[in-house]
């Protein structure tokens, strides 16, 4: 029986810094960081994503604000609107919130986005440096992973390391830094052969594949590290049994929204596994925590205050 | 005993693609691509690869320069010799050979190239985009790996791919491009732990880290694709010998260069692998075809002839 990995603490310790910086800077500067997003259309996930990032902001003394529009505004006319936030001297980091309607071309839209301004370390440029092991701002989900192992000292060096899952903001980012910190990363995805098999090789096991309770004990070879970076809402109360009993919480949760969070990992991972991060409360507040101190980063950036 | 799989045969064929077109676009636009390199110090392997490349764009009708700086040249004037290319209207590519002096900060020269004219792929803006699987000029030799294991419908998708080397020119873009053809990579470096035992998962091999003959058998999967990037100067005699036995090309190249070019995969690896490309004669062929393709794309990017 392994331990739960919380991702909470460390994110409030990350936050409770960013805050003091904050604070001096204001006191120092007269200017606090700020943050724009932008957000198209109606997805409900992503208007919950927004909420938290906007009330971590208010907390920490960051200015932001979210530019809603509608999901079938010209492509053109969202690109101006980036690029006046661009040139806003106010505004110190720009996210674009994904997914974007699909309609949109989104590698287009995020390569509009200033690179010194991209908080989510998207745009092809930081990417590019990221790959390279150059500075710049980085992908805040993979940064949190990293935070998260060398917090608990679990080495990443020579360690065999599988991601399954390469998006844009998870998979493909977070292979560069295992592969930076001197990891030996595999990148698997729906296309592998035989993937229980390869991801049993995994010292660290991290699932960003965005398919709920996917990955199961015969992933993972035992005593493995496992981070599970998914966010799956399930609504169908037989299976919230199944996975967790009678656990209160999560039939609370049920009741009360419909659905319950589960991540990409199934939670009798945790018999096998010398850690296993929860879905919520794990990688989740890490992002959040590393957004708000990437703002920071890029209003010091600005500012040559580095 | 698996088969050579030679490069010089593919190679052949994309560059007389390439001539083709140059020709063509020649009638039809008065004008031919242009390839800028650059050349700082005196590394002695460096001359020789730019000579192949020039000596390449004279037989395929593109026009090439090749600019030389001495080893103590102010950053500032490269950057500013760079800038001068960029703009100039007649030279559609640059590439800066690698490696340049150690007291140059690379990463900083390689940035100050325009990504549209960056042939060898290796501007940031260009490897963000390949790591997202967008348009973009990308890195030759991977490109030319690539392309010969598609020649010879050597399938990707699916496969366990794994690189030895995590290169900027090669194992990292290698890496990215394995990933977007559905592959799935492993990318092993001088930290991974159990090397024999990972790249023996492999069932296509890179071998990409500068050491000659490294690879042995013992690396290697029974009937795998090998594929050595490594380039070595082996100059014992002796070991010339052990390697090759009484090769008389071998032998003669040691009499007369003082030298025999080798790999980082040990011949003896032919005996276990399914294919293994030889050097000279594998990859080397194509990486050259490679920047000739790329300099004709970007001569055709940049007038809209895609």
Known sequence: MGSWLEGKTLAKKIKEKVKNDVALYLKQKKEVPGLAAILVGE??????????????????????????????????????????????????????????????????????????????????????????????????????IIELLKSREIPIAGKRVVIIGRSRLVGKPLAAM??????????????????PQVSSEADILVGAIGRGAFITPEFVKPGAVVVDVGMNNLTDKSKVEQMFGQDEKRLKDLREKGYTLIGDVHPQVIDKAEFLTPVPGGVGPLTVAMLMKNTLEAFKQRRNLA
Do not use: W
Request: aromatic residues 4%; negative net charge; proline residues 7%.
């Open 43 to 144: 997805n409900r996930a992503s208007k919950i994503y927004l909420r938290t990032k906007e009330r971590n902001c208010e907390r920490l003394g960051i200015h932001s604000e979210i530019l809603c529009f509608p999901k079938d505004i010209e492509a053109s006319l969202l690109k101006a609107k980036i690029e006046e936030l661009n040139s806003r001297e106010d505004v110190d980091s720009i996210l674009v919130q994904l997914p974007l309607p699909s309609l949109f071309n989104a590698p287009e839209i995020i390569a509009s986005i200033h690179p010194e301004k991209d908080v989510d370390g998207v745009h092809p440029f930081n990417l590019g440096n990221l790959m390279m092991n150059q500075e710049g701002l980085k992908p805040c989900t993979p940064l949190g």
């Open 178 to 195: 295992v592969t930076n910190e001197n990891g030996t990363v595999t990148i698997c995805h729906s296309k592998t052969e035989n993937l």
